[in-house]
């Protein structure tokens, strides 16, 4: 079975700094998705970054990025120029197969310093 | 255009009684997902609903939940003789087929006294 591991309860960054958030997951599989979702208060997951793991290069949203490494499977956040808005749970996510379901890790409260 | 919403927000109800958690899903989509999410944890898969079948309920706790899809749209997950464990915040995603974006909706509280 797939798992994805967030080992990390919390992180605080300031602002317009620079923080990266870290996952592991583990896998037999060699064609998968990894992707990092932003949860606010509001409780609505949003897609902040998606990452193929055919594809070599790491994928980049704007200020956000991902360091992929599929050997080691590791798969990190780099949020650059941190913002208040930034300040949120963010869950490391996994699918893999037709249905495409997501596998969560127990993700990580940013808090970010004004 | 609209979101994936979902009825109620929130919802109390006492052991043993049954309830019914809605997910209207974005217009076009076809595949519909609902999870379900634990006080300080991820959340986790549930049932996966490719048009009106469930294509996989392998997430399902046990016999107690349900869900349908009868039109293709609307789903609704269904919770008999409820128990306290069963508090948590459920998650519906909608997307235009499985591989693309899941969009999600902002979820039931549901508490269980």
């Known amino acids: 079975a797939q798992t994805v591991t967030q080992s990390q309860p919390e992180m605080s960054v300031q602002e317009a700094e620079t923080v990266t958030l870290s996952c592991t997951y583990d896998?037999?599989?060699?064609?998968?998705?990894l992707f990092w979702y932003k949860q606010p208060p509001s409780r609505q997951m949003i897609l902040v970054i998606r990452q193929e793991a055919y594809k070599q290069q790491n994928a980049t949203e704007n200020r956000f990025s991902v360091n992929f490494q599929k050997a080691a499977k590791s798969f990190s956040l780099k949020i650059s120029d941190s913002q208040l808005g930034d300040a949120a749970m963010y869950f490391c996510?996994?699918?893999?197969?037709?249905?495409?379901?997501?596998?969560f890790g127990k993700g990580i409260t940013l808090s970010v310093r004004p | 255009g609209a979101g994936v919403s979902q009825t109620p927000s929130n919802k109390v109800t006492e052991k043993g009684k049954y309830v019914e958690l809605r997910c209207d899903p974005i217009?076009?989509?076809?595949?519909l997902y609902w999870y379900r999410q634990s006080l300080g944890q991820g959340p986790e898969f549930l049932i996966y609903f490719q048009g009106t079948g469930a294509a996989d309920d392998s997430g399902l706790p046990n016999d107690r939940f349900f869900a349908v899809r009868p039109e293709g749209s609307v789903s609704t997950l269904k919770i008999q003789r409820t128990e306290r464990g069963d508090s948590a915040v459920y998650l519906c995603a909608s997307s235009l087929g499985a591989g693309n974006e899941q969009f999600f909706g902002p979820g039931t509280r549901l508490t269980v006294l």
């Open positions: 217009s076009g989509h076809t595949a």
């Open positions: 896998t037999s599989e060699s064609d998968y998705y």
């Open positions: 996510a996994y699918s893999h197969g037709a249905n495409s379901k997501l596998t």
